[in-house]
Nanobody, 120 residues
Framework: QVRLVESGGGLVQAGGSLRLSCAAS????????MKWFRQAPGKEREFVAS????????YYTDSVKGRFTISRDNAKNAVYLQMNSLKPEDTAVYFC?????????????WGQGTQVTVSS
């Protein structure tokens, strides 16, 4: 059974940093893109960043470019999101997602989320 477990969320002041972790288990993730999404209260879930497991290629939404860094550790089957220069608008529940290249019918998994709160 595939499991994604996020950790590392918390309360931080604006300008601070947090590092989110996603521990993945239950399969190998070759052929997957590992992604971080976030959902703020009253808003839709939005894409934050992704990394191609096999190649390490990364993508970011414009609002986090230059502040957030996504990375993976193949040996630990883990994905990370280093968040620097945090802003109050980054406050949200952050979700880890594993999505197969060929589409959701081939594999699409979600974690339970971790809360990030940035105070002004």
């Amino acid at each position: 059974q595939v499991r994604l477990v996020e950790s590392g969320g918390g309360l931080v002041q604006a300008g601070g940093s947090l590092r989110l972790s996603c521990a993945a288990s239950g399969r190998t993730f070759s052929g997957y893109a590992m992604k971080w999404f976030r959902q703020a209260p009253g808003k839709e879930r939005e894409f934050v960043a992704s990394i191609i497991w096999d190649y390490g290629t990364t993508y970011y939404t414009d609002s986090v470019k230059g502040r957030f860094t996504i990375s993976r550790d193949n040996a630990k089957n883990a994905v990370y999101l280093q968040m620097n220069s945090l802003k109050p608008e980054d406050t949200a529940v952050y979700f880890c997602n594993a999505a197969h290249y060929s589409g959701p019918r081939w594999g699409n998994y979600w974690g339970q989320g971790t809360q990030v709160t940035v105070s002004s």
